[in-house]
């Protein structure tokens, strides 16, 4: 092969290549990828037939086209080391398997590959989070987890769940007939996929309003269906990741962990972590040079007036509300939120050397514990950033909670 006959995983989405597959044209990527990482380990022959499938096709698309001699083996070489040469790329050695669903950008990804996981299959159906997760884990995240098609390219089987899953409002039909009914929500996805490949754990993520949402209903039909319905046995507990993560942010969620008692005889044996000593600042987080001028406001700005006169404190974070800007009294980052990308101004404040600012997307990467010396932050919209920071878990937080969970296993 000529050293010019490049190709690229990108190519595989692009417009000029249309092929007919059985495979919607943006999940051809995700399909090879998933292949390609787990070409080492029985896992793959679950997307294989697909995967070569599309490369065929697309290696005899390149010989058309763009009258080149590449053959299948050299452009699987290529795609090899381009999905592979990412900054987290999978551990070779590994103790345990897991799936990540709504996985965002990557986090509990990141915090189980830490402590020895492999991850086999991964969904999120947000276009610019599979781009940051791509980056950094080489691996296209397949879409919409509530289709059939996506669920179908599930391995048969792993040993733990992830997912940080949104929180719809749930029926309360079930409960006038007595049991817990989760059909219409997100939920009923992750109860399909239990019920069908029996892992041996479910660790999932929520906010901590999930615990009284409906009086408290949604929280009772997750617990009972996991519970009575799949045979789990759960923990579940809020935890702030100032006190049991050590990152200077104040976010309480809530997690749970669910075992089948039948493949984890020693369940009964898992808690959640202590709380651990808060040894990090701010100052350990945000960035001391001049940003961005889009990240600072302007004295002709109408807050700026009010901003000014409150904000006062370079050891301590701001929160913009409405008329007032709030300052926190702990000295921590106030919870990092989702709507930080919707606008306005719901993306914290600091005071710096250089005048008053929002904190940059980097800086909210940081404080949900990203290795940011390492993590790519791909360019996007800084409202798109803003917004995967919010709706991320905190890493260091989901690794300490993953270290209690391999103990058990």
């Known amino acids: 092969m000529n050293t010019e006959e490049k190709i690229s995983i990108d190519e595989f989405d692009g417009?000029?290549?249309q092929i007919r597959l059985v495979e919607p044209q943006d999940d051809k990527k995700a399909i090879l990828t998933h292949y390609l990482h787990n070409i080492d380990n029985g896992v793959s022959m679950h997307f294989k037939k697909d995967a070569l499938k599309i490369l065929k096709e697309y290696v005899e698309y390149k010989?058309?086209?763009e009258n080149i001699s590449m053959v299948a083996e050299d452009a699987l070489q290529q795609l090899l080391f381009e999905a592979k040469n990412v900054p987290f790329s999978s551990p070779?050695?590994?103790?345990f398997k897991f799936i990540d669903l709504f996985a965002g950008i990557g986090g509990f990804r990141l915090a189980l590959q830490n402590i020895g996981g492999k991850c086999v299959f991964t969904s999120e159906w947000n276009i610019e989070a599979k781009k940051t997760y791509r980056e950094n884990f080489g691996e296209?995240?397949?879409g919409d987890i509530t289709k059939e098609y996506n669920k179908n390219y599930?391995?048969?089987k792993f040993d733990v769940l992830c997912a940080g899953f949104p929180c719809q409002a749930f029926s309360i039909a079930g409960y006038q007939k007595g049991f817990a009914d989760t059909r219409g929500t997100l939920f009923f996805d992750i109860e399909q996929i239990v019920k069908k490949h029996k892992p041996k754990v479910v660790f999932l993520e929520n906010v901590k309003n999930l615990v009284s949402h409906?009086?408290?209903n949604t929280f009772k039909t997750i617990i009972?269906?996991?519970e009575q319905k799949l045979g789990y046995k759960t923990f579940a507990k809020v935890l702030n990741s100032s006190t049991h993560a050590n990152v200077p942010q104040n976010r309480e969620r809530i997690f749970i962990v669910a075992f089948d008692p039948n493949q984890v005889k020693n369940y009964a044996k898992f808690e959640f972590p202590n709380p651990i000593k808060l040894t990090k600042t701010i100052h350990d987080i945000l960035d001391k040079e001049k940003q961005d001028d889009v990240f600072y406001y302007k004295k002709d700005h109408q807050y700026y007036p009010e901003l000014l006169k409150t904000m006062l404190s370079k050891d301590t974070v701001y929160q913009w509300r409405r008329v007032y800007a709030r300052e926190n009294k702990s000295n921590l980052c106030p919870?990092?939120?989702?709507n930080m990308g919707s606008g306005g101004h719901n993306v914290p404040l600091i005071i710096d050397d250089f005048g008053i600012r929002k904190l940059t997307p980097k800086e909210c990467f940081a404080f949900q514990g990203y290795p940011i010396e390492k993590y790519i932050i791909p360019k996007l919209a800084n409202s798109k950033l803003y917004m995967q920071a919010g709706n991320s878990v905190t890493t260091t937080l989901i690794e300490r909670i993953g270290n209690q969970i391999i103990k058990v296993l």
């Open 63 to 65: 010989k058309q086209n």
């Open 15 to 17: 417009k000029r290549f």
């Open 335 to 338: 919870t990092l939120t989702a």
């Open 214 to 216: 409906d009086n408290g």
């Open 92 to 95: 070779e050695n590994y103790n």
């Open 224 to 226: 009972e269906t996991l």
């Open 154 to 156: 599930i391995p048969e």
């Open 140 to 142: 296209v995240p397949f």
